[in-house]
């Protein structure tokens, strides 16, 4: 560590509120990248400079540029939009993407495959039907997530209205994006000096990361992301909301300083309190953060540092608020309700089972032609599937035959209805190994031993991911694998089903078959022996084959120190 801060933190000082001269590198047709800076700068506008990895060895040979082309992430809070605006993301995917949609962990859409040229005209587009791509990236406030049920209970309505709230609060104020992306210049009046309120010239050390959950659903996985409001119901009334901070998931192979880290719940309070709970948090990130190591820059790491208590009398303090003891609330699983539920209203919801937040081809087609029959609004869940909701009686069965004929009903296996994975190959650029192309593969395997040992349907948490960052959130799933380098991976047991616990370290650089050799012993023993109820991730402690994980700095502890084999 030096003295100094961070590039990055440089560039943002340097960058005229994160305007750098992405316009001028637009314009560049020399080449179909950007300068260095600017892609730094480009996250904050929801956009990832990549290229096609798959293409880069025979590019070389040939001499050529790498096959340069960007990610745009949308901003989607809550998950919900219209049928108009995914007709519109279809579009686009079609035209100007790689022809494919991803729906991310942290309910976005991502288009893959923008080449440079086309990069305005899809965020023209996209900003036609109300949508941008602003902040979707970058050190700042990112897409705000909450638990899509649609008109479930007004607690849920309500839960969607703060994600918005918060969401629009924390927006960055700098007229960037629009000058770069839509009007193509400098906006009269533009020369004024811009203020970032909240932010300031440097946004916050690191990406920031914030959930609304509604109990018992823990689909948001909250004790992942650096803040997370909790409901605290009273029949179908919020009262309040508990105050989550410090969740995080990425770390580095090998560096025992960096860690994936469960939040912690500091307190109770109103919906009046909760933006300035809010910005207060975030504004004690942007002063007390690190901002000469990126590495250790993330809220969970200024927190260990600091303490728990002197960061939340820091929070109350800005806020102006006190935070009431926690409240008692129950999470029972992280995992999606698929298939169709029903409203008070008369309508309908159905959840689609999207391997791993990919669609393509044919099902594209079925949900674009869902979405021009279908009056009511598409809803991207955190666990990369996707709700048609609000459905008139009338529509259900068109609606249910077409999702069915495309294969986007949920799947019999307990395993793969429960399982991730991230983008990794061939677009992200940190991937160590595959993820999204290979864990169906896997999954075939591993359910074909399932099979033998009559746990088919049972439900088991799965995340893949092709590099230690842990976008899948690898380390809050029962059977968590997380890429080392090309086709192996690191094996961790152990979470909590409903996201309360992560896993710990069991296996290291494991191929296919070491996977599958790994696990099989342990679905025969968890077949024999389980407790009624008992599921994979306890039952993986009790037999002994991890400890319980430790949180923060003690994810790491114990790792090799195995419990005995319990006599089950
Ligand atoms: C240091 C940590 C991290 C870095 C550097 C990082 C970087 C990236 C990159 C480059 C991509 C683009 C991959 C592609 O689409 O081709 C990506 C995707 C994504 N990341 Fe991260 N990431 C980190 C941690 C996380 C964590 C902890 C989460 C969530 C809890 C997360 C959520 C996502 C999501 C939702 C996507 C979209 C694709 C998907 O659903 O997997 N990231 N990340
Ligand atoms: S986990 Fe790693 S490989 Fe996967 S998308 Fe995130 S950064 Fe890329």
Redesign the pocket.
Known sequence: MTDEVSRNERIKEASDYLRGTLSAGLRDEITGAIVEDDQQLVKFHGMYLQDDRDLRPERTRKKMEKAFAFMIRVRIPGGVVTSQQWLMLDQLARIYGNGTMRMTTRQTVQLHGVIKSNLRATIKAIDSVLLNSIAACGDINRNVMCNPNPNQSRAHAAAQDLARVISDHLLPRTPAYREIWLEGQRIAGGEEEVTEPIYGKTYLPRKFKIVVAVPPSNDVDVLAHDLGFIAILDDEEIKGWNVAVGGGMGMTHGERDTYPRIADVIGFCETKDVLAIAEAVVTVQRDWGDRKNRKHARLKYTIEDHGLNAFRAEVERRANVKLAPAQPFTFTSTGDRYGWNDSADGNSHLTLFVQNGRLRGGQMAALRKIAQEHKGDFRITPNQNLIIANIPAEKRSEIHSLAKAAGLLSPWSGLRRNSMA???LPT?G??LAE?ERYLPKLLDALEARLAARGLSSDDIVIRM???P????RPYLAEIGLV?KSPARYNLYLGAAFNGSRMNKLYAEDLDHDGIVAALDPIFAAYAAGRRKGERFGDFAIRAGYVMASGNGRDFHANVDGKTELAAI
Not at 469 to 472: E, H, I, K, Q, V
């Open positions: 991230c983008v990794a992200c940190l991937a993820s991911t092709g590099c960052n842990g976008c899948a890429g």
